[in-house]
């Protein structure tokens, strides 16, 4: 059973900084889509950034601000956050697919095969 847990959630103000992570455990990263989500109450569920085949993408909202990156040897993806803003406050969800990523697919949770158990994110004014 594929696993996918994510950390480094929390509490900032705005203006501050989180990095989260994802580890995976019997999965095997390689170039692989892994994308990060996120939903607010009451919103759909949305596309924050992907990374996979070489290419990283991200959504118009977190561009400038938000950074993805990968270790394959260890089996991580990570999000570094900056400038956070209140409209940012959601569940991060990491996920993982076996196919590669698109600058068209990766936005598409339809498109993961696995998704980890989410970590808030919240910032206040």
């Known amino acids: 059973q594929v696993q996918l847990v994510e950390s480094g959630g929390g509490s900032v103000q705005t203006g501050g900084s989180l990095r989260l992570s994802c580890v995976g455990s019997r999965y095997t990263f390689n170039s692989r889509c892994m994308g990060w989500f996120r939903q607010a109450p009451g919103k759909e569920r949305e596309g924050v950034a992907g990374?996979?085949?070489?290419?990283?993408y991200y959504s118009d909202f977190v561009k400038g601000r938000f950074t993805v990156s990968r270790d394959n040897t260890k089996n991580t993806v990570s999000l570094q956050m900056n400038s956070l803003k209140p409209e940012d406050t959601a569940v991060y969800y990491c996920a993982a697919s076996g196919r590669y990523c698109t600058g068209a697919s990766w936005r598409m949770s339809g498109a993961y095969d696995f998704w980890g158990q989410g970590t808030q994110v919240t910032v206040s004014s």
């Open positions: 990374t996979g085949g070489g290419g990283t």
